[in-house]
């Protein structure tokens, strides 16, 4: 059977696809689109070897893994029916087995005297393997039962504990006609009671429904769109602020941020078919996520642009881009760190696809270090070299013998991750560790406040900590907001292939190259034009207006080409007499400006504590806009609709369908799929896509 039909069967064309774009060849290509980690049992993988049985026809799953992944599907048929949940290959929905492959490659084939020799060169930067599973029982025991539980198909309670095996068994293809949803319990979730008569996450006609009102304060625990999930995961309370008027507060002052992770998370969600809590939605990272047109700055840090739009009623919105230079450091120190606790097993596949991603930037004389964490920490590898396509090669074989279990001991990796990059700082170079993790932290420091105080020790060591989110179910956003904010860091959400592609892939340099942090906005109006405004977004980013000159005060980073986008509602004045105040003791008084207002920025440079501050003044209050704030719109009022907010009626919503059909080819070219997205959050009702969503398929 040929190489290409056996992608073709498996579903796996987009993973080939996109690995061989990044440079990869044909036949490691081929390797890393049908074989995951994490889902085997060997110390070394070679990419030859997986090769050469795929070139003979033969499954690579040695007898072992085999059988059980026999006993797998027969225990996941029994509730579901004659085809196995998660199975997403279309062409074989009876998953007949044929007998078991007669070889085994991995740790039993012995390398050949040229593979020798680069393993000999790894020698002493790769680390070796951690211990068996079975000594990790004891703490094990000890771990959140979702989240500690070990691979053991016979113990799996009716299909649900056992991980998938193969890369087949759930294709990330967002447009595929074979996708189906993942099962709601698997190796991370074992501990969970199974519901009663639980209906087919496959029926396209289940209803979904909302989970208990939100609590006053704290995290947020939701319940996914299925009756049969049991969700944990955790976002900061969003609570909308109303409008300002500029008698009382001229200046409005906020962290700026580059972060897009909210958007990933929504995207998520609507292609896994779960409900969207209000506290999801962050607009600034839904704005953010969206491709404008802008000019990058000359000599300056940043280039900053406004345009402000008619929207009748006394009403304008302001649109302010805060774009940052690109600049690129000429030599990488990577440190990756990887969580491969329980819950992790279903992120196995984008995980794999950001590490080839990240390794395919590396340029030759780069470092990189991967250190993993479950029940304890590893370093996998240490402070390597990359000189040449071979070297890569052997990193990815090293990572397909990583093994996903255990606990998630975060703080421990965390803490040996910044002591490598540390031991290896390179002067003049980019210095970064590169989290990747669903949040769940459960051993060691686990809470917001100890982690603030880990990362803000850490990052005095002069490292930049990024955090690339994944996971369903189990997301602990509210930590990795932490771990981020204080990192002096950028957050990606990434769940699926085209994530990768878009937060990873086209965004890397932005991703590890931080030109600029602790970056603040400030507005100030002028009163005698304005007469309020409002805000859009950025609730956990506000501000006092004394924060914005006190350097004390931290802020968040932009990384090389990122830029930051602000939208305002305002309500101008009517005439040009500026209101009383309203105080006993005290009047307004004005200069007379015709100005609108002052866009101010202050930021620092990487390793320096003294800021710089350079500001941008609103000349005018006349409408001149480009599609640049029709997108904006756009996606401000698709927000407010997932949030199922008041703020927005059928005069905003029009008025965005208009903006949508206004739009110009090139920024409809830049953002074409996510387009088609907001195009159908916009046809849908309030009741269809607010605080719940009940609707069991999306047109997109």
Known sequence: MRIEQIIQEKGREQFYNYYKSLGYDHKTAAALALFTYGRYRFDKFSIDGLYEALCRGEEYLPPEIWDARKHMVNQMRRPYGSRPLGYASSANTSASFPAPPSIKIGAAAAPGKKERGIFSKLASSIKSKAPERSSFAAEDADCDGYDGASFSASAAPMGYGAPPLMSESFSMAEDSASYMPAPPFTAGYSAFPMPAQAPSMMNSSASFYSAPPTPAGGPVPLDPAGAMGYATD???????????????????????????????????????????????VRIEEMLNYFRYESTLPGDEMFNLSYELMDAGDRKKYLYINVQGREEVKDRQNIIILLDVSGSMDENAEQTQAIIATILSKLGNGDKLSLVTYSTRDHVEIEAFTVNGYEDRIRILEKLLSIEINGCTYGSAGIETAYKIGKKNYIEDGNNQVILITDGDLNFGITDKGGLEELIEQKKKDHLFLSVIGTGLYNYKDDKLEVLCKHGNGVYRTVNSLTDVRKSIDEEYSSLVNIIAKDVKAQVEFNPEIVESYRLLGFENRTLAREDFTNDKVISEPFGSGGYGVALYELTM?????????????SRLVTTGSKEAGTIKVRYKEPLAEVSHEIEKIITSAEASFTDNLRLAFIVYVCAEKLRGSDRIGSGEIALAKQLYAELGNSIRE???????????????????LGIGIRESRFPW
């Not at 962290?255 to 990933?264: E, F, L, V, Y």
């Open 234 to 280: 955790e976002y900061e309370q969003i609570e909308e602020k109303d409008a300002r008027t500029t008698i009382a507060e001229p200046t409005s002052t906020f962290r700026m941020t580059t972060n897009t992770a909210s958007a990933g998370v929504i995207l998520n969600q609507l292609r896994n078919e779960r409900r969207i809590d209000k506290s999801m």
């Open 670 to 688: 830049k953002n074409s799929a996510d387009l088609f997205k907001l195009a159908g959050i916009l046809e849908k009702s309030e009741s269809e």
């Open 573 to 585: 004045k009517t005439d040009a007499v500026p209101a009383e105040s309203g105080l006993k003791y």
